[in-house]
């Protein structure tokens, strides 16, 4: 048989390859769906990656951990130690699974783990109702590579739980704006009143979806839904009064929060706003598609907006009625609006971007479409560049774990330890089932550094051996650490980690101080 013929029923080679061809780039390049299918996955590979990657608890999970870990059921209504603040429901949660898995690094994570998947899985069902197929595979694309969300997907904190937050309460609003049932709107209902004790600036989000649902209402005078916006808001201010009169109040008192924080609020001079929102909204952005990026992606965002603002007033008023509220705490001095507490705008600003980015395209010639294809890609790229940074070298680790197994297997009679302020939190969580023996450990509760740092140290050089523990240290303190142990000690070992180092010290001579002295020392952690 002939492999091709000059007649018109047989094929040519080179016809059947372009058919061939043709065929694939129908099944492969033309099927949105099974592009967001692949952009589902390495959000979900990505964020495996960083939750199984067995690395310690940094300072503020420790914080967070030691509340959750050391205190009852009840005891986590009270103000939190440490100047933590956190949703009393996310609390209870990884209550629940430590007490019913044991407590471990994966047990304490695994909530915003979980949330985190929920979350992206979410934004692609909400990404295919309100973007065009191939924007809302763009933006899930964003999602899944967002350096913020990857980051924290994986950590004893709810800022990923925040963002999964924002989403399901954006699907919720969006049901109940196709279909307006009533099952629609008890969703919404419980939906909100559940999501302020997950989501402390979920309240935001709830006075956006009021708002829009509010502002539709009276542009299409439609007395009958009156009744339906109120019992909402109603509903929800009704969840919010009582998780504020038993859990959240505390907060708003915290005067170290409130001072740590006070860069981060709006400021009340019109001389400083133009700059607080240019700086910060490049943060958002940053935090959203990686610093490269960061501005690029925030004019498409800015462009976005404007397009759905023609196109879905809806969802626009949304945005600006949750924005706006956001402005209006942090102006108030209630909530910052900068770093990891805005991860909750992360899917309704890759919304924007995506949205934007697509009209570009759509505006661009086809002789200008590789104008529109670098600049999704530069934002893509930077999102991805960030995201394997974060998976190949976490940029909050503080292995301090493998540091205090060297104390313990070179361990002799007298040694003392120091520990430094930034290495305390670890410390205690990671000394819980196998604590030092009392006496032996000193902590600092403020830096060391000035007169008391050398008198402390004084105190200390009786002992045949001193260790000295630090992690999220700065770098005066090991200045000050290096600059007295080279005029009294001699150096014998240094180890170090990723955030973390510990050295061991022979004194050149002991002190006179007594070991009665030593007990009445203010700087004793004493027994454990």
Known sequence: MMLYSNKNNLTSPKLW????????????????????????LLGVILRVIVYISDRCLWIDECMLALNIVTRSWSGLLEPLDWNQGAPLGYLLAVKGITQWVGVSEWSLRSVAFFCSLAGLVGFGVLSRRLLPPWAAVWAVALYAVSPGLVSYSAECKQYACDAATTVGLLVLWDYLHRKGSFWSLASMVLGGMVAIWFSHPAMFVLVGIGGSLLMQTLSQKQTRRYWSVALLGLSWLLSFGVLYSIHLSYLVRNDYLQKYWQEHFLPGTSLNLA?????????????????????????????????????????????????????????????????????????????????????????????????????????????????????RRPCRSE?????????????????????????????????????????????????????????????????????VLASHYRPEEEAVITAIAEATTQLVGAWSQQGAWLRCYVPHRKTQESSTNMKESPFRLGDQ
């Open 17 to 40: 390859i372009s058919r061939q061809a043709q065929r694939w780039e129908m099944m492969v390049f033309r099927q949105p769906g099974l592009w967001m299918i692949l952009c589902l």
């Open 275 to 391: 700059g607080w929102l240019w700086d910060h909204g490049l943060g958002w952005c940053a935090i959203s598609v990686g610093r490269s990026g960061a501005l690029l992606g925030g004019a498409l965002a800015i462009w976005g907006g404007i397009v759905l603002w023609r196109e879905q007033r809806a969802w626009a008023t949304l945005v600006l009625a949750l924005l706006g509220a956001a402005l209006f705490a942090s102006a108030l001095r209630r909530y910052p609006l900068a770093g990891r507490l805005v991860l909750f705008l992360n899917p309704i600003l890759i919304l924007m971007i995506a949205r934007g980015g697509w009209s570009l395209w759509n505006l661009c010639s086809p002789r200008a479409w590789g104008v529109a294809a670098f600049g999704v890609l530069v934002v893509l790229s930077s999102g991805v560049s960030e995201c394997l940074r974060e998976c």
């Open 399 to 467: 292995e301090i774990r493998p540091l205090l197994d060297v104390v313990r297997q070179q361990w002799q009679q007298g040694d003392k330890v120091l520990v430094l302020r930034g290495a305390l939190p670890a410390f205690l969580f990671y000394t819980q089932e196998e604590p030092f023996p009392p006496g032996v450990v000193w902590a600092n509760s403020e830096r060391f550094v000035g007169s008391e740092a050398w008198e402390q140290w004084q105190r200390l050089c009786n002992s045949p051996r001193l260790w």
